[in-house]
């Protein structure tokens, strides 16, 4: 009975050893399956971000070229007459510079507008919508109701911001002398209230509004609860930024 138990136990120790090292072989091949699987996981990722620098600096040479290629066009342009407006680049013995207008013999029609001010509404329209949002958000604070964007009010708003940006003045009057209501007259704009906010050289959305904001008249308009529909225009000419909000019943 005693050589039997002895030999059991013998027994009982190699079965024992010999699965640890089963165990320990699997182990190390499941580790090295998942380092082999991170490997392939991390290049993958690798191989992406790569693509993705390259695809960033691409574009990047794209939107330098296109930069360049519109400044260029801008320059070029400069001295040709748009609308009868004639711009000028003048440098000082500081070698800065700024624009003269001579926009004496202002002649667009209204039909040129109307298609430019479309063509700017599609290609601006994220930044008109971002002064749309804004602008609730104020109305929202004082519990007015929110306005509706209306895209034939931002024609007209458009308008106005290129009439504003060509003559080189801020006010609220047409290169024609009328009043800035007159666009929406000659575009058939139903109204009965109506009301017009105008700023020029706000680098952006924030900007513009801040200064909407803090300002007593323009403020008002913008609360105003007889109001229910905003348009809005922006309109950049070389570098200067011109904003029109312009409200309706």
Same mark, same amino acid.
Request: aromatic letters at 16%; glycine letters at 4%; proline letters at 1%.
């Given at each position: 009975m005693e050589v039997s138990g002895v030999f059991m136990k013998k027994v009982i120790v190699i079965v024992v050893f010999v699965l640890v090292y089963n165990l320990l072989i699997c182990d190390s091949n499941l580790n090295s399956f998942n380092i082999k699987e991170d490997n392939i996981y991390f290049s993958n990722a690798l191989k992406e971000e790569v693509k993705d620098i390259k695809e960033y600096k691409e574009k990047e040479k794209n939107i330098i070229k296109e930069d360049k290629d519109d400044l260029s066009i801008k320059e070029n342009n400069l001295n040709s007459p748009k609308?009868?407006?004639?711009?000028?680049?003048?440098? &000082?013995?500081?070698?800065?510079?700024?624009?003269?207008?001579?926009?004496?013999?202002? +002649?667009?029609?209204?039909?040129?507008?109307?298609?430019?001010?479309?063509?700017?509404?599609? @290609?601006?329209?994220?930044?008109? +919508? +971002?002064? $749309?949002?804004?602008? +609730? &958000?104020?109305?929202?604070?004082?519990?007015?109701?929110?306005?509706? $964007?209306?895209?034939?009010?931002? @024609?007209?708003?458009?308008?106005?911001?290129?009439?504003?940006?060509?003559?080189?003045?801020?006010?609220?009057?047409?290169?024609?002398?009328?009043?800035?209501? #007159?666009?929406?007259?000659?575009?058939?704009?139903?109204?009965?209230?109506?009301? #017009? &906010? @105008?700023?020029?050289?706000?680098?952006?959305?924030?900007?513009? @509004? &801040?200064?909407?904001y803090n300002s007593n008249g323009h403020y008002k308009n913008i609360i105003n609860e007889h109001y229910n529909k905003i348009g809005l225009g922006y309109y950049n000419l070389n570098g200067d930024k011109y904003w029109v909000q312009l409200f309706s019943d």
């Open positions: 609308y009868g407006v004639i711009i000028n680049k003048v440098t &000082n013995e500081n070698n800065s510079f700024y624009y003269e207008y001579d926009s004496s013999n202002y +002649n667009a029609s209204l039909e040129d507008l109307v298609k430019e001010a479309k063509y700017i509404y599609n @290609i601006n329209y994220e930044v008109l +919508n +971002n002064v $749309f949002i804004m602008t +609730n &958000n104020m109305r929202e604070y004082v519990n007015a109701t929110s306005l509706t $964007f209306d895209y034939n009010l931002s @024609i007209c708003a458009i308008i106005r911001a290129i009439e504003l940006a060509y003559t080189n003045k801020l006010e609220h009057k047409r290169p024609n002398g009328s009043s800035w209501n #007159e666009v929406l007259d000659l575009l058939n704009y139903s109204y009965g209230y109506a009301g #017009e &906010n @105008i700023g020029r050289y706000y680098k952006d959305e924030e900007a513009i @509004i &801040n200064a909407w």
